[in-house]
């Protein structure tokens, strides 16, 4: 890694003295914060935005990731995961923090959709479930019908969700 970056051998040392772990510690903080961030944005962009639409754009842009460059990538997250969580506990700890720093947003964004706080939490690690296993799929498969699957399967749970309140309000608009 180093010699790739052209970098001096001790600069790794120096900018990440806990060595790997911490290098990728850090990569797992930046993509969590940067999924979080993404769920704003998506969230920003809906018109008439239901907790369905929320999720199909979620999964829209892994399925134009996809088909713009190929199934070779992927979350780093569940990559972290699956290769160190049973041999790293500060690699699982940072993945953890990760998710829940992405599924905090999900919640809060459905909450302002409408779902009552008692079920967005446990709807957002859904969606984020989701979400994860149709990634791997579509890349398993070479093919984006996993999104499209899960969108088409959650939207009627995911708009089903929203307080009887909220839902009436929106259908008079």
């Known amino acids: 890694m180093v010699a790739h970056a052209e970098a001096p051998r001790g600069s790794l040392q120096h900018y990440f003295p806990g060595g790997k772990d911490q290098l990728i510690s850090e990569a797992i903080a930046w993509a969590g914060d940067y999924a979080a961030r993404r769920v704003a944005r ?7 935005p239901t907790p369905g639409k929320l999720f199909a754009a979620m999964a829209a842009q892994w399925r134009d990731e996809f088909t713009e460059t190929g199934f070779d990538g992927g979350c780093p997250l569940v990559a972290t995961v699956a290769d160190t969580a049973a041999t790293s506990d500060t690699l699982r700890e940072a993945v953890g923090k990760a998710f829940e720093g992405w599924r905090r947003p999900v919640a809060e964004t459905l909450e302002q959709l409408g779902v009552p706080s008692a079920r967005s939490a446990s709807l ?5 479930s989701a979400l994860e296993g149709a990634i791997v799929l579509a890349r398993a498969h070479q093919d984006v019908a996993p999104l499209d699957t899960v969108v088409e399967e959650l939207r009627p749970l995911l708009d089903g969700a929203v307080a009887p309140r909220r839902r009436r309000a929106s259908t008079r608009d």
């Open 42 to 48: 998506v969230a920003a962009k809906l018109e008439d």
């Open 124 to 128: 957002a690690v859904l969606m984020l």
